[in-house]
């Protein structure tokens, strides 16, 4: 199959490793004679532009017709960290489009490349782009947020509560510009934590999985996952997979210090499952509500303290990639 690779490159992902990604594979484009086009996304939701443009006159979906026909197949290729993922496929969200898209890491959490087991080294994954024969089918989970009237999809996780303050916190501080310039980053995130850990108070839930039906009086941090990874890295939800159309939800709830700490030591072991307060449910179908106003996070987008009227499901996506090498 012959393809012509359409680059979208977020330089700015993981405080400048998109650019450094970057000049280390277009130049393997050119040496292995592949057809390519660079596209460089120049401002917040540049990306999402560019996505656009080229779902309305480049793009196509991956049909018996389209992979006989399309010679070379139109592949999107996104360089940039999990938030470049989310902006582009939920332009093509928006847009009512399916296109097969590949993927190079270059955040600076990368849970996405976790998460579906794709190399985090961007020369490796690249190996992993170019060797696939076929695509893989993934499952994205898709939100309908009927307070604020909201849609779209995610590629990690939607969380309501901590998770989403500590976000929100980090994403309106200028230590974070500052740290950045330093390849500090993630030193934001737990200044962030200690700031917002001891204000975030416990609130009420009604959890609606398939069927059933839980509310939780004090719920602290509640994270809807596709697969285990949140945060950079910890695996808040073990058992999740990225190939079942199914959505793992978990919830904290806020209890005294003592019992979260061992919560988070039993985090690092992947055993959190064994405390009372850690709940955890597998569905095909989630509906969270939360009367009281709290902040939202997509992929580590925040969203302003709103109430949550919440439903999830998943949606297949189409990746290029061979996750056997
Ligand atoms: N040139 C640019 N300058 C600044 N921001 C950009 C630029 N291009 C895209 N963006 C924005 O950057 C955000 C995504 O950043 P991304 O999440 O990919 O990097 P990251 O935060 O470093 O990685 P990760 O989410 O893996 O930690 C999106 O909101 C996107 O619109």
């Not at 012959?2 to 977020?10: A, E, Q, S």
């Not at 210090?257 to 989630?286: D, E, G, P, Y």
Request: with cysteine; net charge neutral.
């Amino acid at each position: 199959m012959k393809f012509h690779y359409y680059l979208l490159i977020n330089q700015a992902a993981g405080s400048g490793s998109g650019k450094k990604v970057a000049d280390k594979i277009i130049p393997l484009f050119a040496e292995k004679n592949l057809t390519y086009s660079v596209y460089y996304s120049k401002w917040k939701g540049h990306d999402a532009q560019i996505a656009e443009e080229l779902a309305e006159d480049t793009l196509k979906e991956w049909t018996e017709e389209t992979r006989e026909q399309e010679a070379p197949f139109p592949l999107l290729v996104i360089v940039g960290g999990d938030g470049t993922l989310h902006q582009v496929l939920n332009t093509f969200h928006q847009l009512k489009v399916n296109f097969p898209v590949a993927y190079i890491p270059a955040g600076s959490g990368n849970d996405f490349a976790r998460g579906i087991g794709l190399s985090r080294n961007a020369v490796k994954a690249l190996e992993n782009v170019l060797a696939a024969t076929e695509p893989q089918e993934i499952n994205l989970l898709s939100y309908e947020e009927k307070i604020s009237d909201r849609q779209g999809v995610v590629v990690n996780n939607f969380g309501i509560g901590l998770d989403a303050a500590i976000v929100h916190a980090t994403n309106h501080s200028n230590a974070k510009t500052q740290l950045n310039k330093y390849k500090l980053g993630s030193l934001s995130y737990i200044f962030s934590i200690l700031r917002v850990f001891f204000v975030q108070k416990g609130f009420p839930i009604l959890v609606e999985t398939s069927g059933k039906q839980v509310s939780l009086e004090k719920a602290f941090l509640c994270t809807a996952t596709n697969h285990p990874y949140f945060g950079g890295g910890v695996a808040i939800a073990p058992t999740a997979d990225i190939a079942k159309p199914t959505i793992d939800f978990v919830v904290v709830e806020r209890i005294n210090l003592f019992k979260i700490l061992w919560i988070a030591l039993l985090l690092t072991q992947k055993k959190q499952l064994h405390s009372k307060n850690f709940h955890h449910f597998t569905t095909s179908k989630l509906r969270i509500v939360s009367t009281t106003s709290q902040y939202g996070q997509e992929d580590g987008e925040d969203t302003e303290k709103q109430p949550f009227d919440l439903q999830l499901s998943t949606k297949k996506q189409l990746f290029w990639c061979n996750l056997t090498l």
